[in-house]
């Protein structure tokens, strides 16, 4: 049982990578190996926000907070071609209907931002 989650685990880690864009991947993925309950989250994320923003590209990545040493977060960066407008709707609405639930999961490790092109 334990090697069969260990390889479900490896397959979803090289789902991240095929799915999102990896900003600096090495701390990305150190990130992830030290917060691995957020990998089956950003999976789901993936088909979610497809849901609500498609057309659009993905990337993760890890930002400290600049006044603590050992705060971090991953960011997913939804990255739309559409005007603000628009895609703050679009925003509010995964929010309403699908991160506002998802986000406990999260424990405060996941932030969800737009950003535009």
Request: aromatic letters at 10%; one cysteine or more.
């Amino acid at each position: 049982m334990i090697v069969e989650e260990a390889v479900a685990a490896t397959n979803d880690r090289e789902d991240i990578e095929r799915l999102y864009s990896l900003r600096k991947p090495v701390h990305v993925r150190r990130f992830l190996g030290e917060h691995d309950f957020l990998v089956p989250l950003l999976v789901a994320a993936y088909d979610a926000t497809t849901r609500y923003f498609a057309p659009m590209s993905l990337a993760l990545e890890v930002i400290a907070d600049p006044n603590s040493t050992d705060d971090q977060q991953l960011v997913l960066f939804v990255v739309v071609q559409l005007p603000p407008a628009e895609a703050f709707a679009k925003l509010q609405r995964f929010d309403d209907e699908w991160w506002l639930d998802a986000m406990d999961e999260a424990q405060r490790r996941l932030c969800i931002s737009l950003e535009f092109l």
